[in-house]
């Protein structure tokens, strides 16, 4: 049985400096701690300079998620001193935590709806709480949005950042949530 300190956890962490988010991804991913930074590939034109370029843009900003036990996420900041510090979960007054299931979740759904921005407001209006039940991201659960007549899977983390993708309505079953 793992030793609690041992034990790793889902972590959000603010960047300190505007556009730090790929350099601490970078950062950690040399030293294989596992993270998650949401970006999209853009392609910038560049007049007078030759052409373009394609560029990794982050699309939330200045937000990493790193999965690591506690004292190392801690070490990260007072000893490597990386430009971060962690969010704390207003109810817990803790470093916040994200579930495993919810961020394999989030990372399907916005990995699957890249071309669609992958990420959204909070939405105005959720409806019932589903499970996609085929396709690619069947086991994922979030809640269904209807828009123009379209049907997409909604998943949140912790409240404060939100990812969808267009599904068949066919594919989502009502479940209930805890």
């Not at 373009?52 to 937000?63: D, I, V, Y």
């Not at 996420?73 to 007072?78: E, G, Y």
């Not at 699957?112 to 019932?128: C, F, K, M, N, R």
């Amino acid at each position: 049985m793992a030793e609690k300190d041992d034990i790793q956890h889902w972590f959000v962490a603010r960047t300190r400096y505007f556009r730090q988010e790929i350099k601490i991804r970078d950062w950690l991913t040399v030293r294989g701690i596992e993270n998650f930074v949401p970006t999209m590939q853009t392609r910038i034109s560049r007049p007078g300079k030759g052409g373009s370029r394609t560029t990794e843009k982050p699309l939330a900003p200045n937000l990493v998620f790193l999965r690591a036990p506690k004292d190392l996420a801690c070490s990260f900041v007072a000893d490597y001193r990386l430009p971060m510090q962690y969010l704390i979960d207003c109810a817990t007054h803790k470093m916040m935590v994200v579930p495993d299931k919810e961020m394999d979740d989030f990372r399907r759904v916005f990995d699957y709806a890249i071309d669609e921005g992958g990420l959204i407001d909070q939405p105005v209006e959720l409806d019932e709480p589903v499970r996609v039940t085929e396709g690619p991201l069947k086991g994922v659960e979030g809640h269904v949005l209807e828009l123009l007549g379209k049907y997409y899977v909604v998943v949140g983390l912790s409240g404060f950042l939100w990812a969808r993708a267009q599904i068949p309505r066919a594919w989502l079953e009502k479940i209930q949530l805890f």
